[in-house]
């Protein structure tokens, strides 16, 4: 930004110098401003679309719609909506069913709580110790141990996960199987195969049709009695089976559905990463005599590292947001064992019962802001830095 | 010189397309039909069919550029009808028929919402009746008592007393014009089934006979009994229509959803107990997706021959006539909701054997309850509509529910209406014309008949917020239960705690008093 003085215009009255003075002052005053007002309509812009709406769910999470005479009134009820789900009458819905831990769910916690503890340990011998540091680690670990108690409990064989954890399933399960899914179709189109621009192209398509698309395609091709694939169903003898009546057959499909639309995402970026790597270090690593395999998990692997952190962020805060898939599918059943929490707040939402689904949305906020910032600030920069 | 000759191409071109502009519009000649979707949040939520109005007539028409948006759910039941008379009302009086179609999951808010946010995108809302009172108590509806008198083409007394009080009134005033009348029925095979099951125990022994033997002919096995399971569809009210004989016995005015004295649910006792085990028996006894199947489904496989039996409101009857869909033709019979020979003793909460103290309305000691789940399709008028909006809208609705239109929509399957006018009941000459042979039409109506005169017959629960203590509370657990996420004695708590706490948070005593008022109607 220009501070040079004019010295045209008007003679100065008084002595030379003031009146320029005055002007650079008013000048460098108006620069200063000049930053906040050029930026002014995007900090309204967003206070406008993002934030105004989030403080407004946030109160009418905190109410109760009720129709009057005249219209509607919200009652402000406090935290009544968000007791409901923790406590309250769609405490089973939302957290699920509680009961023993199978063996395996005693093993699975008990992992998470050690590593927490070597976790925590470290931290606090290490050289980046500090007591605000350990408070957050404190606050991280009790969260973490919290989930996966939840995490064992419902899903002990007497327990039922509510949709807090079938969303937790849905968004672990398809990230791993995306990721893995991607880098395989990734690492094969970096090759000198035959016919991989085609395959690039067709890799995609499922990422540029709409999800509700996606799941109308998977409950026809998933008809066992009839639809396209009926006669390998009747071949097979599944034809009078319906993947639709079991809990973790119809989380099957919902997940299948899911995996097969977004993994294409995950190729593409990862793909782009791939081809952006240098040739030098391969070519020095196959001088060396190094194997394909050493060569990918020693060079590649580690190389798309940071691209890979980066992409997992982006897909696990989107895949908490599912919906279309368990919607259409099953409309959230067998019972509610496929309705993720999106869907949880859609279906209190039908009714208007707008408190009670603000209610379920902001769990989902707090959910997966923790789940993000943690991510963000541990596994990414350590693998970002690796 | 070719510069020149295309400038020279591009002036003309350009000229040519301002006097097209400037140039008075020639009347149009062909109705033109534009059908869009919207995908709002992965679902597809509306699709707007706009008819134009064919060409003018010398004079102006009573409703020259007048639009009328109409809002129901995604069809092609209910929309079908109300799509293809548009342009034949347009040819009548110049208004425009827009209609929009939504999930049935949807519709309840999504026409609340455009009300109370001010939007009022739509002029009319076919919807459920059961629901107007929470937009009748927001003002959201527009009386429509003196347009009802005044109107001669709607022919008012010919729609059934329990339509025109249930499905069109609230608190003495006219809000809808009913075009539906809705009873849970049983339809069977005649084919296979010779005397119809009068209790739940002989359909579920039927049903066991019939589920995995070929009925149609194909070399597959086929079901004994087919209903609509699926969770935030339809289906929630067939749990009442099995649970309605075991808990209602005394006559309408008793109530099935709760106790009259307390506003407590009827839900926590041996008769809903009851239900469950018969509901939860008849979902092993049908297709192997049950539990995934709305209305839409179960129709399908029973007029393509794979049912022995069905429970549905009055479609199956006009569908199996359906030469191009349906393989039962003629081979259909309809008959009132089976009964009960033991019943709920509310002092108890026990099953008692029927006697005349006990079952005073029971048939050959069978307490048959049929409900009239929904209470048929209804349009109402958005009260913030302009006056002559309003005006063309009521116009509309008369025109479609009027016996010239009404009586012939009623015997065609896909427009999902069904019988609501005396006179459809007693000419039998329409069903006739439509394909249905003349004992199959006294068959079918006289079912419809024999639910509708029924003493005991169960009404639909009619409270503000109705949607969540159905569509939610119930149909959540109903879906829960039949998963085997919970038992018997859970799910009727869960309905129960969820049904309490609604009544607490709105007020017991207001809608205990709601609850008495829709038991008073008139049949």
């Known amino acids: 930004m220009s501070t040079s003085v004019t010295t045209q215009g008007p003679t100065p009255t008084g002595s030379g110098l003031e009146a320029p003075s005055r002007i650079a002052r008013i000048q460098a005053r108006l620069d200063s401003v000049a930053g906040s007002a050029f930026i002014m309509p995007a900090v309204l812009v967003v206070l406008l679309l993002s934030i105004f709406p989030l403080i407004v769910s946030l109160y009418v999470s905190l109410t109760r719609l009720q129709f009057v005479k005249g219209g509607f009134q919200l009652t402000f009820v406090g935290l009544d909506n968000y007791a409901k789900l923790v406590v309250g009458i769609d405490k089973d819905h939302f957290l699920g069913v509680f009961s023993n831990p199978a063996p395996i769910g005693w093993l699975l916690f008990g992992l998470v709580v050690v590593w927490l503890a070597v976790w925590l340990a470290r931290f606090v011998r290490?050289?980046?110790?500090?007591?605000?540091?350990?408070?957050?680690?404190?606050?991280?670990?009790?969260?973490?141990?919290?989930?996966?108690?939840?995490?064992?409990?419902?899903?002990?064989?007497?327990?039922?996960?509510?949709?807090?954890?079938?969303?937790?399933?849905?968004?672990?399960?398809?990230?791993?199987?995306?990721?893995?899914?991607?880098?395989?179709?990734?690492?094969?189109?970096?090759?000198?195969?035959?016919?991989?621009?085609?395959?690039?192209?067709?890799?995609?398509?499922?990422?540029?049709?709409?999800?509700?698309?996606?799941?109308?395609?998977?409950?026809?091709?998933?008809?066992?009695?009839?639809?396209?694939?009926?006669?390998?169903?009747?071949?097979?003898?599944?034809?009078?089976?319906?993947?639709?009546?079991?809990?973790?057959?119809?989380?099957?499909?919902?997940?299948?559905?899911?995996?097969?639309?977004?993994?294409?995402?995950?190729?593409?970026?990862?793909?782009?990463?791939?081809?952006?790597?240098?040739?030098?270090?391969?070519?020095?690593?196959?001088?060396?005599?190094?194997?394909?395999?050493?060569?990918?998990?020693?060079?590649?692997?580690?190389?798309?590292?940071?691209?890979?952190?980066?992409?997992?962020?982006?897909?696990?805060?989107?895949?908490?947001?599912?919906?279309?898939?368990?919607?259409?599918?099953?409309?959230?059943?067998?019972?509610?064992?496929?309705?993720?929490?999106?869907?949880?707040?859609?279906?209190?939402?039908?009714t208007l019962d707008i408190g009670g689904s603000a209610a379920v949305a902001y769990m989902l906020l707090f959910i997966v802001t923790f789940v993000g910032v943690s991510y963000a600030n541990e596994i990414r920069r350590r693998l970002s830095e690796a | 010189m070719k510069q020149i000759i295309a400038k020279a191409f591009a002036v003309a071109t350009v000229l040519t397309l301002v006097l097209a502009a400037c140039a008075t519009p020639t009347p149009q000649t062909v109705i033109q039909t534009q059908v869009v979707t919207q995908v709002v949040a992965g679902t597809p939520v509306e699709t707007i069919i706009e008819v134009t109005a064919p060409p003018a007539t010398e004079a102006p028409q009573q409703y020259e550029g007048v639009t009328i948006n109409v809002l129901t759910f995604t069809g092609p039941q209910i929309a079908e009808p109300l799509q293809r008379r548009g342009p034949e009302f347009t040819a009548r009086t110049g208004a425009t028929i827009n209609v929009a179609t939504v999930p049935f999951s949807d519709l309840y808010q999504k026409a609340l919402t455009d009300f109370a946010t001010g939007t009022n995108s739509y002029d009319i809302i076919v919807f459920d009746p059961q629901w107007m009172g929470d937009y009748i108590s927001a003002g959201y509806l527009e009386d429509l008592t003196d347009r009802v008198n005044a109107n001669k083409e709607l022919e008012w007394e010919d729609i059934g007393p329990f339509f025109r009080d249930f499905s069109a009134t609230y608190e003495g005033k006219v809000y809808t014009v009913p075009l539906d009348g809705d009873f849970h029925m049983m339809y069977y095979r005649t084919d296979l089934i010779k005397t119809p099951p009068a209790t739940w125990d002989e359909y579920i022994a039927l049903a066991k006979e019939f589920q995995g033997k070929d009925l149609n002919g194909d070399g597959k096995e086929d079901f004994g009994t087919c209903m609509a399971m699926k969770r935030a569809a339809q289906s929630y009210w067939f749990i009442t229509s099995i649970a309605a004989p075991f808990i209602q016995t005394q006559g309408t005015g008793e109530g099935a959803f709760f106790d009259t004295s307390n506003m407590q649910p009827l839900i926590n006792n041996a008769g809903f107990a009851k239900a469950l085990d018969i509901y939860k028996t008849l979902s092993t006894l049908g297709p192997p997706d049950q539990l995934n199947l709305d209305v839409g489904d179960t129709r399908g496989l029973f007029t393509s021959g794979r049912c022995a039996m069905s429970l549905d409101w009055g479609d199956i009857g006009p569908l199996a006539t359906d030469p191009a869909t349906s393989t039962v033709i003629d081979k259909v019979g309809a008959a009132i909701m089976p009964g009960t020979k033991e019943v709920l003793d509310r002092?108890?909460?026990?099953?008692?054997?029927?006697?005349?103290?006990?079952?005073?309305?029971?048939?050959?000691?069978?307490?048959?309850?049929?409900?009239?789940?929904?209470?048929?399709?209804?349009?109402?008028?958005?009260?913030?509509?302009?006056?002559?909006?309003?005006?063309?809208?009521?116009?509309?609705?008369?025109?479609?529910?009027?016996?010239?239109?009404?009586?012939?929509?009623?015997?065609?399957?896909?427009?999902?209406?069904?019988?609501?006018?005396?006179?459809?009941?007693?000419?039998?000459?329409?069903?006739?014309?439509?394909?249905?042979?003349?004992?199959?039409?006294?068959?079918?109506?006289?079912?419809?008949?024999?639910?509708?005169?029924?003493?005991?017959?169960?009404?639909?629960?009619?409270?503000?917020?109705?949607?969540?203590?159905?569509?939610?509370?119930?149909?959540?657990?109903?879906?829960?239960?039949?998963?085997?996420?919970?038992?018997?004695?859970?799910?009727?708590?869960?309905?129960?705690?969820?049904?309490?706490?609604?009544?607490?948070?709105?007020?017991?005593?207001?809608?205990?008093?709601?609850?008495?008022?829709?038991?008073?109607?008139?049949?």
């Open chain 1, 126 to 350: 290490g050289p980046n110790f500090s007591i605000g540091g350990l408070v957050s680690r404190l606050f991280s670990g009790l969260v973490i141990s919290a989930g996966a108690w939840l995490i064992a409990r419902t899903l002990s064989p007497e327990g039922r996960p509510g949709t807090v954890v079938v969303t937790l399933i849905y968004v672990f399960t398809g990230l791993v199987v995306q990721y893995v899914l991607g880098l395989c179709l990734a690492v094969l189109c970096v090759q000198q195969i035959p016919g991989r621009r085609f395959f690039r192209v067709v890799f995609l398509l499922p990422m540029m049709i709409t999800p509700v698309g996606v799941a109308y395609l998977f409950r026809m091709l998933a008809d066992t009695s009839k639809g396209p694939f009926y006669p390998v169903w009747d071949m097979l003898g599944l034809s009078n089976t319906s993947w639709a009546t079991n809990a973790w057959s119809a989380r099957a499909a919902v997940m299948i559905g899911d995996i097969w639309q977004w993994t294409p995402f995950m190729f593409i970026v990862l793909l782009a990463a791939l081809e952006s790597q240098s040739v030098e270090a391969i070519e020095a690593a196959v001088v060396d005599g190094a194997n394909r395999w050493q060569i990918f998990w020693a060079i590649t692997l580690p190389g798309i590292l940071p691209v890979s952190s980066t992409l997992i962020l982006i897909r696990m805060i989107e895949a908490f947001k599912i919906m279309d898939l368990p919607n259409i599918l099953t409309n959230g059943g067998p019972g509610t064992a496929t309705e993720s929490l999106t869907l949880h707040a859609y279906t209190i939402w039908r």
């Open chain 2, 347 to 523: 002092a108890t909460g026990k099953l008692v054997p029927c006697d005349d103290k006990t079952c005073p309305y029971a048939i050959d000691g069978v307490n048959h309850a049929p409900f009239a789940a929904f209470g048929g399709w209804s349009g109402a008028i958005n009260a913030a509509s302009k006056p002559e909006v309003k005006d063309a809208a009521f116009d509309y609705l008369a025109y479609v529910s009027a016996p010239a239109q009404s009586n012939v929509d009623v015997t065609i399957g896909k427009t999902g209406f069904n019988p609501y006018r005396l006179s459809q009941f007693l000419n039998r000459e329409q069903w006739v014309k439509s394909g249905m042979s003349a004992a199959a039409a006294s068959n079918y109506l006289g079912a419809i008949e024999g639910s509708l005169n029924s003493p005991n017959m169960v009404l639909d629960l009619r409270i503000p917020q109705n949607a969540y203590y159905q569509g939610t509370v119930l149909d959540t657990a109903v879906a829960q239960f039949l998963a085997g996420e919970l038992d018997a004695a859970a799910t009727m708590k869960q309905i129960e705690d969820g049904w309490n706490q609604k009544t607490d948070e709105l007020g017991r005593d207001s809608q205990l008093a709601a609850y008495k008022a829709s038991l008073g109607v008139k049949k």
